[in-house]
């Protein structure tokens, strides 16, 4: 649900006695509980496992003193296949009582991974209020980006390489709008109006700015800047898969795109297939004519290869991606 759909729904004190929040987008889901104790102009939640269902109950029946609404928090429950069958007896007490939760009751329950569509799901549906923050899609992250730098002078290239280097828009990625607040802060706090490239080169988060560097050395087959910028990351963090998958993502992009352009198929097509920018295309795109399809098929088989054995293995993990990548770029 989109953000502001969800706030209309709260100001026009629409929401049930009965609240699912959950989704990938972690900032939307603190923020909105933010605004409900606020528009119920309550100091803090009565915050229970989904466990202690007699204290939730107990809780529930108790007339609010000094707020509007008592509110009850179920924070971060697991609502995924496994976690419902784990905790099928709390759930059962749960369902039994969501018919009668007082008016003067709001229960909310969150949850931060994938949720099931399950019998819970269907009966919050239909007698409380299921809302879901998922992540921005290009256009939206977009113009949050420019409505959080307003009153700042910045192009859109500067834009572009933005949304780039936060990762945010990468598939999997875990980065959520908390993250990139912290960066776009930087700029924000700027004690200038125009925000240049320099400006992002120097502030923006070296560990993704690296990556970034990284997948364009290997794109370009320049060895020396490839082992660098590997140096700098696998030194950098202990999570090596990051780094790993962003190289995987590189040659499967270039691969699709190769065959995709031999295909004439329209840039517009290409980035909607891709789920890659227009700004990301062109950059790939000059580098698509320097691999033959045989290279890239080895080198997708080679990466996918290295991340089996790191997972099944303790090794080097710098010494082992290194080789690899040198095998990829020397073959002929």
Not at 123 to 147: M, P, S, T, V, W
Not at 293 to 318: G, P, W
């Amino acid at each position: 649900m989109d953000f502001s759909l969800a706030k209309q729904k709260l100001d026009n004190n629409l929401l049930s006695n009965l609240v699912l929040i959950h989704g990938e987008e972690k900032f939307y889901i603190e923020k909105y509980l933010s605004l409900i104790k606020e528009h119920y102009n309550a100091q803090s939640f009565d915050e229970y496992d989904l466990s202690d269902f007699e204290k939730i109950y107990s809780s529930s029946e108790t007339i609010p003193m000094f707020s509007d609404k008592r509110l009850i928090l179920i924070d971060d429950v697991d609502l995924s296949k496994t976690g419902i069958s784990k905790n099928k007896d709390n759930i059962d007490k749960l369902m039994l009582y969501i018919k009668n939760i007082p008016e003067y009751t709001l229960i909310i329950i969150t949850s931060y991974g994938n949720v099931f569509k399950s019998k819970l799901l269907k009966e919050i549906a239909h007698y409380g209020a299921d809302i879901e923050f998922n992540k921005l899609n290009r256009n939206q992250f977009k113009a949050y980006i420019i409505n959080y730098l307003k009153g700042k002078k910045l192009n859109n290239n500067i834009v572009n390489i933005f949304i780039e280097y936060s990762l945010y828009l990468i598939k999997n990625s875990e980065k959520t709008l908390i993250d990139v607040n912290n960066e776009l802060d930087k700029f924000k706090n700027l004690e200038k109006e125009e925000i240049t490239e320099q400006d992002l080169n120097s502030l923006i988060n070296q560990y993704d700015k690296n990556i970034f560097d990284l997948t364009d050395s290997i794109a370009q087959k320049n060895l020396s800047e490839t082992i660098y910028y590997l140096d700098l990351l696998i030194n950098d963090t202990s999570d090596s898969f990051k780094t790993l998958h962003m190289i995987i993502r590189l040659f499967r992009n270039l691969l699709y795109l190769k065959e995709l352009l031999r295909l004439k198929v329209s840039p517009n097509e290409i980035t909607k297939k891709l789920k890659i920018s227009s700004y990301e295309l062109n950059k790939i795109q000059n580098f698509v004519k320097i691999w033959r399809y045989d290279q890239l098929r080895f080198a997708i088989h080679k990466m996918y290869e290295i991340e089996i054995t790191l997972k099944s293995n303790i090794l080097n993990s710098k010494y082992y991606i290194e080789n690899s990548i040198c095998d990829i770029l020397a073959k002929k």
